[in-house]
């Protein structure tokens, strides 16, 4: 029951940061000079005043900015998110068609990222001052340091365009006409780089915390006593050190997972990836302003969602923790 009510608690928390990110973002988009009329007036090479007014007429861009902020609210409250300007579709359709590819991809980031880098920092701490420690710090410094797009283009130049041994862009193989596991293995193929390159840079943000971590619970007086009493190390590691130790590195992820949302925009144009984030991007140079909504509020709403997963575990690994406070 105490959990259910903290669940409820971040789920109403969670709603009314939603709302303010919604309007936050709605008054934003509406000061950025030019609008979705003047764009599409551009391109039909008729930007003349009257055109533009129908244009504006047409799209409700010519009300009051607090009418066009009330109704937006009231038709996203209806799960209505209005309708594009430039693909003329309706945005949930659009959304719900990238949604799945971009999942796919930040999830296998994700879990990768946090496997390999848990592993790694755990590497370390056992072996610190030895080689095998000064590798990881050395390899967890230079992709942190390094920028996304940059190993991603670094990715595509040696194991594509050299080796050959991996996809350039795109999710499967177009005109493969695949079906059931080899279109499965033809997207798992095409999906290894992006993950990767989305994957390395905050893999080395979770060795470098695990690491740090390890080390300073394994000079705290409780793992002192489970030496005392002769426990093995793998069992002292693995309950005393590594579950105090993964606190700190659960709130990170969860900190991190909706930066990589934010990071699976410059992956997803690197690599041409059909998601979210490469639609963010061509949506912010069309100026189509219910689309760009739309990409917001899926961005946020998946940010919340994950913030609140995290908070759940959290309770979970550490029952120390009062879910009623």
Not at 73 to 93: C, E, H, M, W
Not at 96 to 112: D, I, K
Not at 123 to 128: Q, Y
Not at 253 to 264: D, E, N, P, R, T
């Amino acid at each position: 029951m105490q959990r259910l009510q903290f669940i409820a608690q971040r789920v109403v928390k969670g709603i009314v940061v939603l709302l303010g990110i919604i309007i936050l973002n709605f008054l934003l988009i509406r000061m950025a000079p030019g609008d979705p009329a003047s764009v599409m007036a551009g391109e039909a090479g008729a930007a003349d005043e009257v055109f533009m007014s129908q244009l504006r007429k047409e799209f409700g861009l010519d009300r009051p900015l607090h009418e066009q902020l009330t109704i937006y609210i009231k038709n996203v409250v209806t799960l209505d998110l209005g309708f594009s300007y430039r693909q003329q579709r309706p945005v949930a359709d659009l959304l719900l068609e990238r949604v799945p590819a971009t999942l796919l991809l930040t999830g296998t980031a994700f879990l990768l990222s946090l496997v390999v880098g848990v592993l790694l920092g755990i590497l370390a701490a056992s072996r610190v001052g030895q080689w095998s420690d000064s590798l990881v710090t050395v390899i967890a410094l230079f992709f942190y340091a390094t920028p996304i797009f940059w190993v991603g283009l670094m990715g595509i130049l040696l194991f594509s365009v050299t080796l050959g041994w991996l996809p350039s862009f795109g999710m499967y193989t177009v005109g493969g006409k695949l079906t059931g596991a080899a279109f499965a293995l033809d997207v798992l193929h095409h999906l290894i780089l992006p993950a990767i390159t989305l994957a390395l840079f905050h893999m080395a943000v979770y060795a470098r915390m695990t690491r740090a971590s390890m080390l300073e619970m394994r000079d705290q007086d409780f793992v002192r006593t489970a030496h005392a009493k002769g426990l093995r190390e793998g069992r002292i590691v693995r309950i005393h050190v590594l579950r105090n130790a993964i606190l700190p590195v659960i709130t990170m992820a969860g900190v991190k997972a909706g930066y990589l949302i934010g990071g699976s925009i410059v992956v997803e144009t690197v690599f041409a990836w059909p998601g979210i984030g490469r639609l963010a991007f061509e949506t912010v140079m069309q100026r189509d302003y219910n689309l760009l909504l739309g990409v917001f509020i899926l961005t946020s709403f998946m940010v919340i969602a994950v913030n609140l997963i995290t908070d759940v575990i959290y309770s979970f690994v550490d029952p120390r923790i009062e879910l009623g406070q």
